[in-house]
């Protein structure tokens, strides 16, 4: 059974970080492209970055270019995005999703072949 379970989410304030986690199970982890997605309320699902199997390639979306890092550890299955100088704009459920694809980093939520259930990120101003 294919799980992604994210933790990491809260409430912090302007300026603070936060780090996601995304756990995957029940499907081969490395032969996936990690992404993390972002919806706030009211507004549709938007890209935040994405990781390639063997962590070559990296892209982020320009709004947090710089303020965020994703990171993934294969051998525990494991997808990270550490979050600096958040923003109320960041304000979101955080979504972990893979794309069973070893080669070009897609930022199309239709990409992507499994999703998890959210963390909620609340950044009060």
């Known amino acids: 059974q294919v799980q992604l379970v994210e933790s990491g989410g809260g409430s912090v304030q302007a300026g603070g970080s936060l780090r996601l986690s995304c756990a995957a199970s029940?499907?081969?982890?490395?032969?996936?492209?990690m992404g993390w997605f972002r919806q706030a309320q009211g507004k549709e699902r938007e890209f935040v970055a994405a990781?390639?199997?063997?962590?070559?390639?990296?892209v982020y979306a320009d709004s947090v270019k710089g303020r965020f890092t994703i990171s993934r550890d294969n051998a525990d299955k494991m997808v990270y995005l550490q979050m600096y100088s958040l923003k109320p704009e960041d304000t979101s459920v955080y979504y972990c999703?893979?794309?069973?694809?070893?080669?070009?980093?897609?930022?199309?939520?239709?990409?992507?072949?499994?999703w998890g259930q959210g963390t909620q990120v609340t950044v009060s101003s």
């Open positions: 999703a893979a794309d069973f694809n070893q080669g070009k980093i897609f930022r199309s939520m239709g990409a992507y072949n499994y």
């Open positions: 029940g499907f081969t982890f490395d032969r996936y492209v």
């Open positions: 990781i390639s199997w063997d962590s070559a390639s990296i």
